[in-house]
């Protein structure tokens, strides 16, 4: 190993010489049961957040253009067959 090396990170460098590493001596505090059921809680109104704006969408991008197409295509269909028809029945 060079110099640079174990300069840099030491604990390797003690830790493939076969030496002893000190352990971090600083403690995980484990979350209290409350402040896990106010992780979840919090968790579970994004979620239900999420998905009733993903209603919205759904509604907006999905429902809403059928609903038109059942106002909008019997016009639509009766001008175009207007537009076709009047020029056959002067031919006959």
Do not use: C, D, H
């Not at 390797?12 to 000190?22: L, M, N, T, Y």
């Not at 209603?55 to 106002?71: G, M, R």
């Amino acid at each position: 190993m060079n110099t640079m090396e174990t300069n840099q990170n030491p604990s390797f460098a003690e830790a493939s010489e076969g030496k002893q590493v000190p352990q971090p001596t600083a403690e995980v505090q484990k979350p209290t049961q409350e402040e896990m059921l106010l992780a979840i809680y919090e968790n579970t109104r994004k979620t239900k957040n999420y998905m009733k704006w993903s209603l919205y969408i759904t509604i907006i991008l999905v429902v809403l253009p059928l609903l038109a197409a059942l106002f909008i295509l019997p016009f639509a269909m009766s001008s175009i067959n207007s537009a076709y028809i009047a020029p056959l029945q002067g031919l006959q």
